[in-house]
């Protein structure tokens, strides 16, 4: 879809959440953000920069870490979803593919996508449907769909996780840190399916990451955070092309390399939302 | 191969195996609630007592906590001649769903994401709060469990081939048989059956496809709830219902490790493989060495098989990609 997202529907708005762990770890302070419908919203920055504890506050799987959003608001399709279940968030249509994958190691792979439709109510032929959907994405984990998922490599994990959640016939899908551990061509790989899946089946993305170049090439949003708070966020194709980011997140800048010493002031823009 | 021509022999084999059933139903109500929640659950012996206690209150009609009233100024013992065995296996049915809903409220619900050594003390500590509760409510005394069983020596075997077995241990390999059939086929083929397998496997993961931990955790203590009321009623038929029921949970200790924690049919082999080790070793090799073997065998044979193959002979293997 395209960088220019004016008329979009606006699906998910995030207004200034806090979110503390255990009570006294202060992890966001203040992260606002919106994902449009049929859009590709990336969130940036590096570790513990609070883009998983973002998405968990979306998701509410925050809570059996321990997590609360103590401040600041959660809403989708204009409707507040903080402390929901994270069963009930499912049958609402946000769904979490969670850093690492977490895939079941001892169920096979097709029985950990049934294990995505379990919220569905409309019918084994509509589950069915959809894991032919799934399969037609990812063939690999058709030719897989026997072997314990535990067995299989961590690209074939990734893309179950994710075809997993896709299972329970999502709207909006939660990536957290899809490229971990895997090699740039599978990140490759597993990037343009979720665009795919973007424009053909019109699911909307909002994935975290830390791998800033390839995020930007298939995004069409960002949001860059630090230490618990967005400091910049603007189209894709604005992000790639700004000197700060280009700096400090692709590693390149336009008087080719210097050493740290030269390195300029970084110019924060820090925004309050309220 | 001189013992194969002793008729002794498969007698003693026979009961062996036929104890170790009883062995196994204990280890399986075990295996379920470790397998779904990876808790090591102390109180299953209780949960048997309780549910074998409860039985036979319905039974007979016992009034629960007649003590505490008493203590109050009602002095009731019993309302009426009580239920029909079907109906009171029914309602003790009911009250074990029950406590499992309660169990995971009370106990489970606030100590989710914790340690699981935190979990193995929280159910020392169910135990014998359910252990005291059953005593209140029903009374210390030892009480005598019939539900119509067919008992004593079949008199069929004894004619046919002149060994001595006992009808309930049958009946108890013939409900083991059942109940273990129908486990096994419910986790494999159905979509509660699966969600309770990736329950097992990764919490964090069942909660994010939507899976509700509380749902699965009652139908999985509801479900070794029942299966600890088949043990609770078994040995109770046995040898009486008393308190000391509850020891049995360390008999099952050894018959898990054999079998591996995770494992349904790990829990029957391995309970077979207990009683059949134990009766054989105490009728050829216990003579030898003082007899009273059975009280330390099935932990000799745990032991070694920790050395060996600690997963369990039907345990998971540990998924490690290299």
Redesign the interface.
Known sequence: MLDSTDQKENLLQVSNIEVVYNHVILVLRGVSLNVLKGGITAILGGNGAGKSTTLKAI?N?LH???GQVTKGSIRYRDQSILNQ???E???RGV????EGR??????TVE??L???A??RTDGKSEVANDLEMVYSYFPRLKDRRKS?A??TSGGEQQMC?IG??LM?KPETVLLDEPSMGLAPQLVEEIFEIVKDLNEKEGVSFLLAEQNTNVALRFAHYGYILESGRVVMDGTAKDLRENPDVKEFYLGVSDKGRKSFRDGRSYRRRKRWLS | MFFLLDPFFYEIVISGLLAGVMYALVALGFVLIFKASGIFNFAQGVLALFAALTLVGFQTGQIPFAHLLSVFGFHVSHWGSGFPTIIALLFSLLVMIGLAWLIVQIVLKPLVNQEGIILFMATIGLAYVLEGVGDLMWGANVKELNVGLPEGPSEFILDTTDMFIDKLEISAAVVAIILVTVLTLFSAYTKMGRALRAVADDHQAALSVGISLETIWWIVWSVSGIVALVAGVMWGAKSGVQFSLSLIALKALPVLMLGGFTSIPGAIIGGLIIGLGEKLFEFYIGPMIGGATENWFAYMLALIFLLFRPQGLFGEKIIERV
Do not use: D, K, W
Not at chain 1, 95 to 98: A, L, N, P, R, T
């Open positions: 998701s799987l059996s870490e321990r279940n994270p069963s968030m499912v049958r769904i979490q593919v969670m977490h895939c079941f190691e001892h169920l029985e950990n049934m294990t995505g379990y919220t314990q535990g067995y996780a997993r959640a329970s």
